[in-house]
């Protein structure tokens, strides 16, 4: 996701923003406005003329009675979704929820969704909500809503369905790969957003940004110090878990990614007017210290997620683990209809510092780890050496069965013990601080 308010040169406002509007969320993106192409006005006349014609002849003739307001809206949403599945109309109420969204408070369900094959297709849940409780998984079809099927819907009427009180209940039926559909009754409610965790996990520090909104910059300034303090000079690196975030605001993507780069490129845009190419850079700093990091995706990262992935990637700052991302490359720009709500219109693509676009592509991890599940397997009656009778005793009268009791014990207590990708982004770090150290002696 990502948005931001830009004066444009018609003195209307322009909202940046990004991947699709979500069921209860929204998916924002890199965005800027691109110049329109000059067209033979004769010909644009005579097609606005037909739309005209075919207007009338609906209103006057079709069997039932209908509301000027909605036709109208409906007809420039399906000029904008048949564009693009990002592209779409965004009624005044719509609109006010996108911008409550990016201030991280919004209400209902969590879900970050995009349209595909006519379904609605869950990006991702988001932490702690009523849809991440559920079970709801990136890659998820939404079919049903209440019992009605979606298809036939635009992505903004399916949203709009998914909206409603807070406290009210909502069923909605999920196809997900190699299931039988089922059904989900949620309970809707206020989301709010805590965009930025961390704790420490021995000599490594842990961030996880779950989404991009307008206190993650600052919020991850106020974890890394946090965790500084906390490990000292003793730290092997920090992981910052970027997994099923959806994106968010494209300057709160740009300023993570420049909290841990001392200079260089973090994003271009490059739209059909060269007017409007945009470049990011980075400014000194490290709040890392040049500690290394691990960067964590999979197929919930997106938009700006993507970004600070490639961006720490291509300048060689962090390892990327994990699994390819979603591969939203794709820059929207939200323009506000005075009175009339918002067009969301893709103007754009973004590129890495490497110039690559990952549209429909991703981020490829450098060290590429599947979701599997982690099982401690009992060693079945396996014997060392302590075992044999009359084995020689250690002169330094070690007890070799404490240290392995304790490390095992620690383990099971820990998220890594049940995560495996993060499991494998902590040895990695371990491994790397153990060299240096040894290097230095």
């Known amino acids: ?76 949403n399906g000029m904008l979704t048949s564009l693009d599945p990002h592209s779409s109309y965004l009624n005044a109420e719509s609109f006010q929820d996108m911008q409550v969204q990016t201030r991280g408070e919004f209400g209902g369900l969590g879900i970050e969704v995009t349209m595909e094959g006519g379904l609605i297709k869950v990006v991702s849940p988001i932490d702690g909500t009523p849809a991440f409780k559920a079970g709801l998984k990136p890659g998820d079809y939404i079919s049903h809503i209440d019992g009605d099927a979606i298809l036939g819907l635009t992505l903004s009427e399916a949203v709009d369905r998914m909206r409603g009180p807070v406290d009210s209940d909502i069923t909605i039926t999920i196809r997900r790969a190699g299931e039988e559909p089922f059904d989900v009754t949620l309970q809707r409610a206020v989301i709010k957003l805590r965009s930025v ?5 021995d000599d490594v520090g842990y961030v996880r940004i779950t989404t991009f909104n307008e206190q993650t910059g600052t919020s991850l300034e106020t974890a890394m110090a946090t965790l500084r303090d906390k490990l000292g000079s003793k730290g092997a690196g920090y992981v910052i878990d970027l ?20 200079r260089g490129e973090i994003v271009s845009t490059r739209g059909r007017d060269p007017k409007d190419h945009t470049r990011a850079n980075a400014r000194p700093g490290d709040l890392a210290e040049g500690k290394p990091l691990v960067v964590l995706i999979n197929g919930g990262s997106a938009s700006a997620s993507e970004i600070v992935a490639g961006a720490l990637q291509d300048h060689n700052r962090a390892v990327v683990l994990g699994t390819r991302s979603f591969g939203k490359g794709s820059v929207q720009t939200v323009m506000q209809l005075r009175g009339h709500g918002a067009m969301r219109l893709t103007t754009a693509r973004y590129y890495t510092p490497s110039g690559a676009s990952i549209q429909a592509k991703g981020i490829t991890p450098d060290i590429v780890v599947p979701l599997a599940r982690i099982e401690n ?56 601080h153990v060299f240096e150290r040894r290097a230095e002696n």
């Open 243 to 262: 997994r099923n975030n959806p994106g968010g605001l494209l300057t709160q993507a740009i300023a993570v990614s420049d909290a841990f780069l001392e």
């Open 197 to 201: 965790r961390s704790r420490v996990f």
């Open 377 to 432: 397997l009992e060693p079945n009656g396996q014997r060392r050496e302590a075992d044999l009778r009359g084995a020689l005793a250690n002169p330094e009268g070690a007890d070799a069965d404490t240290g392995e009791a304790a490390q095992t014990e620690g383990a099971n207590k820990s998220p890594a013990n049940t995560d495996f990708q993060l499991a494998r982004a902590l040895d990695l770090l371990r491994g790397l």
């Open 1 to 76: 996701m990502m948005s931001f308010w830009k004066r444009a040169t018609t003195g209307r406002r322009r909202w940046v923003t990004g991947l699709a509007t979500v069921a209860v969320a929204a998916t924002l993106s890199v965005t800027w406005m691109a110049a329109a192409a000059p067209t033979d006005r004769s010909e644009t006349y005579r097609q606005l003329n037909l739309f005209g014609d075919v207007f009338e002849r609906v209103r006057a003739n079709y069997v039932d009675q209908i509301d000027v307001k909605d036709l109208i809206e409906a007809a420039i």
